[in-house]
């Protein structure tokens, strides 16, 4: 239960009291769905005009280049993610 202390007129214990409260739950509800909405319309139309969405790639395309080369040629892309100073993660998922 919600008691305003301050503003006793403000009773929030009795229908009318919760009813308002669900009217301002519904309002910001609403409001939500409509942020997310923009959001992704936003979104897609970034894509549409071929903005690259998330994070940069750590290994540029001259390494992935190489990564595939040196692991077609028997080498781990564990070692060479060592080496490069990346997540092992990084250095297999550009050999793939």
């Known amino acids: 239960?919600?008691?305003?202390?301050?503003?006793?007129?403000?009773?929030?214990?009795?229908?009318?009291?919760?009813?308002?409260?669900?009217?301002?739950?519904?309002?910001?509800?609403?409001?939500?769905?409509?942020?997310?909405k923009r959001a992704d319309e936003g979104r897609a139309a970034a894509r549409k005009r071929g903005v690259h969405m998330g994070r940069k790639p750590k290994l540029t395309e001259l390494q992935r280049r190489v990564a595939r080369e040196r692991v077609a040629k028997g080498e781990s892309a564990r070692a060479i993610a060592q080496e490069w100073g990346v997540a092992h993660t990084s250095a297999a998922r550009a050999v793939a």
């Not at 006793?8 to 769905?33: C, K, M, S, V, Y």
């Open 1 to 36: 239960m919600i008691k305003v202390l301050d503003k006793p007129h403000l009773n929030l214990t009795t229908p009318i009291g919760r009813g308002f409260i669900a009217f301002l739950g519904a309002l910001a509800e609403d409001e939500r769905q409509r942020i997310v």
